[in-house]
């Protein structure tokens, strides 16, 4: 079942159009990542400091559906899946909420690719127990 993160799109998201810059659809999906982490009982302190491995994101597409703006309630569903030992994946789906008299509508669908290195010489690496887990039990 994945993990549902609600979110409320601000100006700050937006560009000069008044909709949410590209760009900022990965920061989003990155927040939920994040939040996602949370949830399951990561220490997120502890997650991004670890000195010796490091999870990057190695690749990044997304499918921009239709526009977001200022004031957007939206929901952005994380569903992570075991690539490799070394490697995941987590598909979002970044849906808007209703607006009066419009349906909910699928806004955009983002995928990332992370890959676990040793921070010493950037060889790869197993992940790390806790987020293995994370990753199986979605």
């Known amino acids: 079942m994945p993990f549902t993160y609600h ?13 949410v810059y590209f760009a900022n659809y990965l920061s989003i999906c ?4 994040e939040e996602a982490l949370a949830a399951a009982g990561a220490d997120l302190a502890r997650f991004f400091s670890d000195g010796g491995v490091l999870i990057p ?5 997304a499918d921009y559906l239709r526009p977001l703006v200022c004031g957007d309630k939206v929901a952005v569903s994380v569903k992570p899946s075991a690539l490799a030992p070394d490697s995941f994946a987590i598909d979002y789906e970044v849906t808007r909420f209703a607006r009066a008299g419009a349906p909910s509508k699928l806004a955009a669908k983002v995928r990332t690719r992370h890959v676990c290195i040793r921070a010493a010489d950037r060889t790869r690496q197993p992940l790390p127990d806790a987020i293995a887990n994370w990753v199986s039990a979605r």
């Open 7 to 19: 979110r409320t799109i601000h100006f700050s998201d937006t560009d000069a159009a008044g909709v």
């Open 57 to 61: 994101v190695s690749q990044s597409s």
């Open 30 to 33: 990155h927040e939920a990542y």
